[in-house]
């Protein structure tokens, strides 16, 4: 197994280590992947300059916007019901090995800094447990047993969304999530591959094959499918948070303050959303316990904090809809 790819050249679940008509079958496997294709046009490569190597490898990263736009109603669609189930309090989990893995629990990692959600609200799984970040873990990818422990682990609800990531779309681990998580729990699944036709497709709810084709370095999938797996997971995260009211416009209004740059961002954000002078923002963020959200409604709405906390848990945290409550109970002055 190599740690920096999606793990697709070990032998398959269940089989003997040393077995010639496992590897036999599992090379038939790879032969039909785009992902581990062979690029003849690319065989010496090693012989050109640096610069030509370079720009060759730009070029091939330029087209995976591309193929990622072609699956962008998938993508909406898997959007709009991930974002329904945790608008019901469910949880978006990321399951995959190597690569894809490494990518769900980085995506996870990011969304407390910047949304506020809890760190149990989007987790990342990979095979072989958190040491595989950064040391393979043999055979861990090769396990739907695994998988399944992983999520039971977690105790699953019908509310919660598992996403599988797998480049081949072959992963065991990967299908093994998305298969337990729909059959045993009623979980949404999403299966992301950049293999069309994928076995991980077929097992989710919502297939996103996200077609980049063969690799510079044949079957290195840290490449161009690792960099469509992150631009799709930037979706998923991303437009699900806008969905649950994370965002005011394009303003990250959850975003949490846990350091210096944060706490100039907060400040930022508050000017850009209100047009307030500093005074009124510090002010703001005083009554409000330095929460970002709270500090706007207080400004735009013309409430005080606790009012500004009561609108917002009344509106499922959603800045517009708060406004909207606020301006409509405001007692207009008399003359």
């Keep these: 197994m190599t740690s920096t790819t999606d793990a697709t050249d070990s032998p398959a679940p269940g089989s003997g280590s040393g077995s010639g008509d496992t590897y036999g079958e599992l090379r038939a496997q790879l032969d039909t992947l785009t992902t581990e294709a062979f690029r003849p046009e690319l065989s010496e490569i090693d012989r050109l300059p640096t610069s030509e190597i370079a720009k060759i490898m730009n070029g091939e990263d330029a087209t995976v916007p591309t193929a990622v736009a072609e699956q962008l109603p998938a993508i909406a669609a898997a959007i709009d019901a991930t974002a329904e189930r945790m608008a019901r309090g469910g949880r978006l989990i990321y399951a995959g090995a190597g690569t ?21 609200e989007v987790v990342g799984l990979i095979a072989g447990g958190p040491s595989a970040m950064v040391t ?26 598992v996403v599988g990531i797998s480049a081949s779309g072959r992963t065991p681990y990967a299908i093994g999530a998305v298969e337990h998580a ?12 950049c293999n069309a036709d994928s076995g991980l497709a077929a097992a989710a709810d919502h297939g996103i094959e996200v077609v980049v084709g063969p690799e510079l370095l044949t079957g290195s999938t840290r490449l161009k499918a690792g960099t469509a797996q992150k631009l799709v997971l930037n979706m998923l995260s991303t437009i699900t948070m806008i969905r649950l009211g994370k965002t005011y416009g394009n303003l990250m209004v959850d975003v949490r303050a846990s350091n210096e740059k944060l706490r100039a961002r907060s ?6 959303a209100t047009g307030a002078s500093d005074e009124e923002i510090e002010a ?38 708060a406004l909207d409550t606020s301006r409509t109970n405001r007692t207009p002055r008399t003359t």
């Design 284 to 321: 703001a963020l005083a009554a409000t316990d330095g929460e970002v959200k709270n500090a706007i409604l207080t400004i735009l709405g013309g409430v005080d904090g606790p009012t500004a906390a009561d609108l917002l848990a009344s509106s499922d945290g959603h800045l517009r809809a």
């Design 267 to 272: 400040r930022r954000i508050v000017s850009l």
């Design 182 to 193: 729909r059959t045993r729990y009623g979980a949404l699944t999403i299966g992301l591959s």
């Design 100 to 120: 894809a893995g490494r990518l769900g629990v980085l995506d996870a990692s990011e969304c407390p800094p910047t949304f506020n959600t809890d760190p149990a």
């Design 136 to 161: 393979a873990v043999e055979g861990a990818e090769d396990s739907k047993e695994l998988a399944a422990e992983d999520l039971d682990g977690l105790r699953l609800t019908a509310d919660d969304v």
